[in-house]
């Protein structure tokens, strides 16, 4: 790893006068929260930053506390095996405890911060090696297009075919929560299905509207969610720690038998979160029975487009529907 | 390079290192600490456990200069930590390690066993399931996954006064357990 020079701010303002003005180079100045994925980044060359502020010294990030509106805000600080751990949460929203705790392994959950874990750069076989002068780190091509790719995109994907590694991010959006990002000129809200961009539609070198000179500082969740029920299903080829080949957070307001509300958003098949509107919509007044679960499944791939590698993830990702479905069913 | 104001396995040290040093390369390189192992070195494979205010975290993903004003537990620290608190021998979980053969080459073991006492320490009286998922970011690459667990649910059982499990190819009984010692040829 490179040498760089440590910040240390004792407050927000002072954080946020550590990160570069606008107009200046973004690649020298990287935030540090709970650095399980930016120590590794920089160990791997992939950022080479000249300057690391650290924000674990600065107060009131941490915790959750209940908001005006009966919603809950969650400072981004907040470390994963504490939202793990908190039974009041598990009562409450366990979809977000589920994520939480389906993130990597103790060991990292110990250190790793949830605003880390929405910021966490992709796993990419070509992004991370820093031999491959892929199209994620300014380069021409994305190798895995026609190289390997059984664990990229099969939808969304293009012109890059990264997928979004983070579990807790999809149970975010089924949740709708919104997010506060600070920057220079103060705090600005951004729902979490719309923090999260494409690679079509962003810059192709990220992968949400977060600027340089911003730190998201808390997540909120709306009221009323306590009485959803919610689930977070996740896939891995390696069950005791492992990125999710395909994830499902799926949210249903029930009326008895009938889906009232529902919210589904896909992990691991997408560059970003990838919700599930028009499902959604075919959810609301249906029982849960074999045909919902099938139709369901069938409408939230329908635009899938596999690569060569990872057709696998279709079927894999309709079951999970399913799963989750059945699991909140009973 | 900067001076940090370390506490190691209850020792409060003044070392000198560079702000881009981790905490595992400190430990290591500047105070001799070598029972923390540099594995993978980018946090796959948890050979370099610490306890971190009584947490396991990865001393290969931690820096050092992050780690001032945190109690630092590493493997050299567990029977001095046992024996200042009234205990006699190894920490309970180094000895059942050792009763079980938990272990092949040893390259995993320091950051095994401070898994399994943080785990112990959280909760006393965990399930296999339990024990298993707290293992879960320490990889045996000479696969003794089974005596490994084995020895955490041994440590279990004898500091609950309940009778061990046995392993498979010993029904009724468990070769390694003080309560009854092995009756047959098996190590």
């Not at chain 1, 979490?192 to 969740?221: H, K, M, Q, Y």
């Not at chain 2, 993978?40 to 456990?49: E, F, L, V």
């Not at chain 2, 339990?130 to 003794?144: P, V």
């Amino acid at each position: 790893m490179k040498s760089f020079e440590l910040v240390m701010p004792k407050t927000l303002d002072e954080a946020i006068a550590a990160l570069p003005e606008s107009g200046q180079p973004t690649e020298r100045v990287r935030v540090l929260a709970g650095g399980q994925d930016l120590l590794g980044e920089m160990k791997e060359s992939l950022v080479t930053p000249e300057r690391v502020v650290n924000l674990k010294t600065v107060p009131g990030i941490e915790g959750h506390e209940p908001t005006a509106e009966g919603g809950l805000r969650i400072g981004a600080l907040t470390r994963l095996i504490d939202l793990e751990r908190d039974e009041g949460l598990q009562g409450s929203h366990p979809m977000l405890v589920e994520a939480a705790a389906a993130v990597a392994t103790p060991q990292i959950r110990s250190m790793g911060t949830l605003g880390g874990n929405l910021c966490q750069r992709p796993r990419c076989f070509y992004y991370r090696n820093p031999h491959s002068p892929c199209l994620k780190k300014g380069g021409t091509e994305c190798f895995s297009y026609g190289g390997l790719n059984k664990y990229n995109a099969i939808l969304g994907g293009g012109p890059s075919y990264i997928v979004h590694p983070s579990d807790v991010a999809p149970a975010l959006v089924s949740y709708d929560a919104v997010f506060t990002l600070l920057g220079p000129a103060g705090e600005r809200e951004v729902p979490a299905d719309s923090f999260f961009t494409l690679p079509s539609s962003g810059e192709v070198t990220r992968e949400n509207v977060l600027a340089a000179n911003e730190i998201v500082t808390a997540v909120t969740l709306p009221a009323g969610r306590e009485a959803w029920k919610a689930t977070y299903l996740k896939v891995r080829e390696r069950d005791s720690f492992d990125f999710a080949l395909s994830a499902v957070a799926l949210a249903l307001k029930m009326n008895g038998d009938l889906i009232e509300q529902a919210r589904l958003t896909l992990g691991g098949v997408a560059p970003k979160p990838w919700r599930c509107t028009s499902t959604e919509e075919l959810l609301v007044g249906r029982k849960i029975d074999e045909e919902t679960c099938r139709l369901a499944g069938e409408d939230a791939l329908r635009m899938a487009e596999p690569l060569e590698q990872n057709g696998y993830k279709v079927p894999m990702t309709q079951g999970l529907i399913r799963r989750a479905l059945q699991a909140l069913a009973s | 390079m900067r001076v940090l104001h370390l506490c190691v396995n209850g020792d409060r040290l003044e070392v000198a290192a560079p702000p881009h040093w981790t905490l595992l390369e400190v430990l290591r390189y500047k105070l001799g600490l070598t029972g923390s192992k540099q594995g993978c070195d980018k946090g796959d494979c948890g050979a370099c456990t610490v306890l971190v205010d009584g947490k396991p975290v990865l001393a290969c993903l931690t820096l050092a200069a992050l780690s001032e004003g945190r109690e630092i537990t590493t493997i050299e620290g567990l029977m001095p930590a046992h024996r200042q608190a009234g205990g006699e021998g190894a920490d309970p979980v180094q000895e059942a390690f050792d009763r079980c053969g938990a272990l092949q080459c040893g390259f995993c073991q320091p950051g095994m066993m401070l898994s399994a006492r943080a785990l112990l320490n959280d909760n006393p009286t965990p399930s296999p399931a339990e024990i298993k998922h707290a293992l879960s970011g320490n990889l045996c690459r000479c696969t003794g996954y089974t005596q490994i667990v084995q020895a955490v649910e041994l440590c279990v059982a004898e500091s609950t006064s309940k009778k061990p499990r046995s392993p498979a190819w010993a029904p009724g009984v468990n070769p390694w357990s003080r309560a009854e010692p092995a009756s047959g040829g098996q190590d």
